[in-house]
């Protein structure tokens, strides 16, 4: 096992101080941590999230390490960590290196082995894995940074020169609203408008309610043609994310066709538009309830799409988006009003035994990278932790990726999808069942530092 301190030679971890040089530096730093709040007091710490980035060639280290010093130039607010103050948790400067590790064994987030870092990035033969904790962003939060990240390792590693559009370089300035908080001021002004219905009460399947408590995660990784994907997505006048809340649905329909309550995806959904903070890198997301009822079975696909989409367009009306961060931000100032670590991390116990019925898709959108595409295989996405089935997307190059997600061990319901993706015509791959842990982070062990 190879390691490589960035930008530091002779690395004493207990010893080195070493800052980072950064023309955003700031000087003052305690940012109250507010819109991340709900993942920072799991029982035994919060997983951490992983883009799992695939590359065509071997890693070149010293090139991921020049990418990597360079990157970081442009996201001073990555090289943070946390400390905690009668129970809340702030982001304050940490002027510790980060560690460049050759190895597939993830770092615990928030650890000293780390250096207290917030983000890990880690390599071995064609992968680049990038660890962050969701305390800190969210996965849109956290691509611009694993976009200038490739570009970088791209051009050091060929020693060519890419089309740079959309990647965030080093050297420029940050955008407007980038490091905002999202919860900052308290509670939004909504006008009064008609509420679209909210579908909470969907079927439970029967190996998640089982798998409380198993601490045991599996995925499956599909490969989907991103060319075939999207034809047959505009043909159907969908979007890639409505294609595969459907083609899911039906397929547990099709093993639970008796099933007394809607099949629901709960799609994750960017609330930044609506609040006109779509540059944050801070958690901003809420969800969208998809229910897969009886009369869809007598609807062609396409009228099926349509209804999602007038659903989704009603979720996404601005005001609605904004009755959604009330609802969040109401969370965090109740939070605020506990004066411990213990009484807020009790608050919150429910997320530990937590179900979302009946599965969770997430897709943070198509993440472009010019020139350095045809050094890419493929993304990926996925943290253990998640109690039932969830779905993790991205689409990359010739790639549409998906994780999919359990905490019980069966094929019935990845058999049963396979099923709906051939039967609409889709060229796909899909992984043998791979067995996966994301560390939980060190925070709590390291309460003050």
Do not use: W
Request: glycine share 4%; aromatic share 12%; net charge positive.
């Amino acid at each position: 096992m190879n390691s490589i301190n960035t930008a530091l030679k002779n690395y004493n971890k207990k010893k080195a101080i070493y800052t980072i040089s950064n023309p955003h530096s700031r000087s003052t730093c305690m940012d109250k941590i507010r819109s991340g709040q709900s993942f920072l007091y799991r029982e035994g710490g919060m997983q951490s999230m992983v883009v799992d980035v695939r590359m065509k060639d071997t890693i070149c280290a010293d090139s991921l390490k020049q990418a990597l010093d360079k990157a970081l130039l442009r996201y001073p607010y990555l090289t943070y960590k946390m400390v905690e103050k009668r129970g809340d948790f702030y982001l304050v400067q940490n002027p510790l290196p980060f560690i460049l590790e050759e190895t597939t064994e993830l770092h615990s987030l928030g650890s000293e082995e780390i250096n207290y870092h917030l983000i890990d990035v880690t390599y071995k033969e064609k992968t680049i894995y990038i660890s962050f904790h969701h305390g800190l962003c969210d996965g849109r939060g956290i691509m611009p940074f694993v976009k200038t990240l490739i570009y970088y390792y791209c051009t050091y590693k060929y020693n060519d020169k890419f089309n740079a559009q959309d990647i965030r370089l080093a050297g420029e300035n940050l955008l407007p609203k980038e490091t905002e908080e999202p919860y900052g001021n308290g509670r939004i002004e909504v006008n009064e408008t008609n509420l679209p219905k909210v579908y909470k009460d969907g079927y439970a399947l029967p190996d998640s309610i089982n798998s409380v408590n198993n601490n045991k995660y599996y995925r499956y990784e599909i490969k989907i043609n991103h060319k075939n994907f999207m034809k047959f997505t505009k043909e159907n006048n969908a979007t890639p994310a409505i294609v595969i809340a459907l083609l899911v649905s039906q397929a547990i329909k099709n093993i639970y066709p008796n099933a007394e309550k809607p099949i629901i995806c709960n799609v994750a959904s960017d609330l930044r538009n609506g609040i006109n903070m779509d540059n944050t890198f801070k958690n901003c997301v809420g969800s969208v309830s998809l229910p897969y009822i009886d009369k869809f079975e007598k609807l062609s696909f396409k009228e099926q799409v349509s209804v999602y989409r007038k659903m989704i367009e009603e979720h996404k009306n601005t005001d609605n988006i904004k009755r959604e961060l009330n609802k969040q931000i109401h969370l965090s100032d109740k939070l605020d009003e506990l004066p411990s670590y213990e009484e807020k991390k009790k608050m919150l116990s429910f997320f530990n035994k937590l179900i979302t019925n009946t599965f969770i898709l997430s897709y943070v959108g198509q993440i472009k990278l010019g020139d350095c595409e045809k050094y890419i295989d493929s993304f990926h996405m996925y943290s253990s932790g998640t109690t039932g089935c969830s779905l993790q997307m991205l689409s990359v190059g010739k790639y549409i990726t998906i994780n999919f997600m359990q905490s019980f061990k069966t094929d019935k319901y990845i058999k049963a999808f396979a099923k709906t993706l051939e039967e609409s015509g889709l060229d796909f791959s899909i992984s043998d069942i791979i067995e996966f842990t994301t560390p939980k982070d060190s925070v709590s062990l390291t309460l003050g530092i």
